[in-house]
Every structure is written in C-alpha cells, then in structure tokens.
C-alpha cells in the first residue's frame, strides 16, 4: 500500500467549478506538499504545509494532522488549470526526500 | 534570480550504456535532490547532496551515483542502463540547514528513453 493516497485519480469539471483533491498518507510527516505538473513534466510547488491552512489565489490548501489528512481546493476552475496535482510529503526532519503520491489528473473544460 | 535548470532535456540510450544528466540549482539553494518519474506513477526519491556530500538515499541500487559541486549543481549518473531506466529524472533544489527538508523547486526534468 503506497503511503500517500490520492483521490480522485482522474476528475473532469466544468469551468467555474470548485473542483477538491483529497490527500491521505500513513505515516508521520513534518510537512506536506502540494504539486502542480503540466504536460512536459515540469513540476512547480503550489504549498508547503504542515498545519492549518493557507491560500493563494483560487487555491487553497488545508491538512489535518491528526487525521493525516489534506485537501486542495480550486475555486472557480479555468481549463489552464487542467494539470496533474501531486501530493507529497516529507517524513521526519531528516535528509529523505519527498514520498510522492500517484497524482491526480484534473481536466477543465470550457 | 535563476530557477532550476537541467540538461539535457531529452535523451536516448541503449541498454547497457552510461549516462550523465546535469542539474543546476536554483541561486543560494545548497541542497539537491533527484527524483524518477516512471510514466503515470509519481515522482520516486533517488538521493539528495548537501554540501557535496550524499545525504539520503531512496531505494535505488549503487549504479545510481550522483555529485555535487561547490557551485552546488549536480550530476546524476547511472551506470548499464536497463530498459525500466526510462523515465523523466527530475532535480530539485532546496535551502537546507544541516541537509533538513524545506520547500523544493523542481526543474523541468530530463526524459531519458533507453533502448
């Protein structure tokens, strides 16, 4: 089982929808990430987050530790944000790198 | 201020050949990590360089080897690629106290196809 779980894989909406990328991993982390890669395979970080909230933009992140949860909300969706939205997270505060999750590929469409 | 920069962009080999990919740090960043990215799977952690060193490692086997120069850019090099080497290898670089984790700027990733 992958430590980091995301769902959906795949999601289709609308333009001007609130789209929510769902998160889950298994062990303790002391930060997650929240990933945006296009076609191309460019990748370029959205959020570093290990509580709370935090905004920016039409995006906004939110985890929950205790549940080992996070979530990434897109207001108002626009076809450029179609891309694959990758969580990762950073376990303990040593020199491993990010865990990464499958990614979830999320289409706009006008 | 420059972002992360890798080289070459694209590259094909066959089986059993070496290759050398090259990245570039983002300017003040001292640490450098290497990820692979298997078609349709995420990103996989190969190893990281703090001040030249090796700092962590993923499960990756030994001809994978990487540097790290006082400038802070970074070689990755595999040795007798395989066929499942095929890949986008990904750096990203970091300001990092004693190797800890920060935020990671990634660059735009070499795609290496191998025969």
């Known amino acids: 089982k992958n430590e980091v779980e995301q769902s959906p894989q795949n999601l289709t909406a609308q333009e001007g929808e609130f789209i929510t990328i769902n998160c889950s991993y298994s062990?303790?982390?002391?930060?997650l990430h929240w990933l945006q890669q296009h076609p191309g395979g460019g990748i370029v970080s959205l959020f570093m987050l290990s509580s709370g909230k935090k905004k920016h933009g039409r995006l906004i992140a939110t985890i929950n530790i205790q549940e080992k949860h996070s979530s990434l909300h897109i207001t108002a969706s626009h076809p450029r944000d179609s891309a694959v939205y990758i969580c990762?997270?950073?376990?303990?505060?040593?020199?491993?790198?990010?865990?990464f999750g499958k990614g979830t590929h999320l289409i706009i469409q006008p | 201020e420059t972002g992360v920069t890798q080289s070459p962009t694209h590259l094909i080999k066959t089986r059993g050949q070496q290759v050398t990919l090259r990245c570039s740090s983002q300017?003040?960043?001292?640490?450098v990590s290497w990820y692979q990215q298997a078609l349709g799977q995420g990103p996989q952690f190969i190893f990281q360089y703090y001040r030249e060193e090796e700092n962590g490692r993923g499960n990756f086997p030994p001809r994978f080897s990487g540097l790290q120069f006082p400038n802070y850019s970074s070689e990755l090099n595999v040795n007798a690629l395989e066929l499942d080497d095929s890949a986008l290898y990904l750096c990203a670089s970091s300001s990092s106290r004693q190797g800890r984790g920060n935020e990671q700027f990634f660059g735009p990733g070499t795609r290496l196809t191998v025969l």
């Open positions: 300017s003040g960043h001292n640490t």
């Open positions: 062990v303790g982390i002391s930060a």
């Open positions: 990762a997270v950073k376990t303990g505060g040593g020199a491993d790198g990010l865990t």
